[in-house]
């Protein structure tokens, strides 16, 4: 299973006063927040008590478009759960950024009344899921969040940018290194190889792939190499579009 933070990891915020995030973040606060002792519309309203102009704070913040990419790609080969310490809004949140459709589960801190680094957060998270710690990764931008999980035997990634996370999936294998386009016509590989490179992908690199054990010359399908898309994220992240490509050639695509 791969267990995700959220926040750093596939969801960002755009600038926030500062003055509003020193009440928002004061440690007390936030802990009574994050653990469900109070909610989501009584953090925001102790914070705009002391700041008042924070009554119309209500950012639900920005998806990290690459990595969600990669969980997509990270999906086709195993489970995908988060686990966030977060307010009783998260579920909102998540449907108003379309991320309830890109996992499958979700853990929060505040239904379950323990936040990270605590070890009974992970813990907690891994019983309600079903899965052991040495089945498990898990990747957050925290390292104390990190340390935390290690000690109770996960295999767990600090990643502080996207960056990391793509290097962490693919060291695990969580995504493909490279997505192969089977065509069984030459003219057609070379073609589509040339229309994604003019796109933006990478290496698209044309060969033939001669069935193994034929001898006939027919038995050949023509291969189109990609490892990165456009945006820079791997090209399994991008399987429904290339699946989609593939089929127009009346080919099929396959992992390396």
Wanted: hydrophobic residues 45%; glycine residues 6%.
């Amino acid at each position: 299973m791969l267990l995700l933070d959220l926040d750093g990891v596939l969801r960002r915020f755009t600038a926030t006063d500062p003055a509003i995030l020193e009440v928002a973040f004061e440690p007390a606060l936030l802990h009574a927040a994050v653990t469900g002792a109070i909610t989501d519309e009584q953090w925001r309203a102790a914070v705009a008590e002391r700041v008042p102009r924070a009554a119309s704070w209500n950012d639900a913040g920005e998806v990290i478009g690459e990595a969600v990419a990669l969980v997509r790609a990270a999906r086709q080969r195993c489970h995908v759960a988060l686990l966030s310490n977060a307010t009783t809004r998260l579920e909102s949140d998540l449907r108003l950024l379309g991320l309830d459709r890109e996992v499958d589960a979700v853990v929060s801190s505040a239904r379950m009344g323990v936040a990270k680094p605590a070890p009974e957060a992970f813990q907690r998270a891994l019983d309600v899921l079903g899965y052991r710690p040495e089945h498990t990764v898990f990747c957050d931008d925290s390292a104390k969040n990190v340390d935390a999980a290690r000690a109770l035997g996960i295999d767990a990634v600090h990643v502080p940018d996207t960056e990391a996370l793509r290097d962490a999936l693919l060291a695990r294998e969580l995504v493909p290194a490279m997505v192969l386009l089977v065509l069984p016509d030459r003219d057609d590989a070379e073609e589509l190889a040339r229309e994604l490179a003019g796109e933006g992908w990478s290496p698209c690199a044309v060969h033939r792939d001669m069935l193994a054990g034929e001898d006939d010359a027919e038995a050949v399908d023509w291969v189109v190499e990609l490892t990165t898309a456009p945006d820079g994220s791997p090209a399994a992240a991008h399987r429904v579009t290339l699946d989609e490509l593939a089929e127009r050639y009346d080919g099929f695509t396959s992992d390396h």
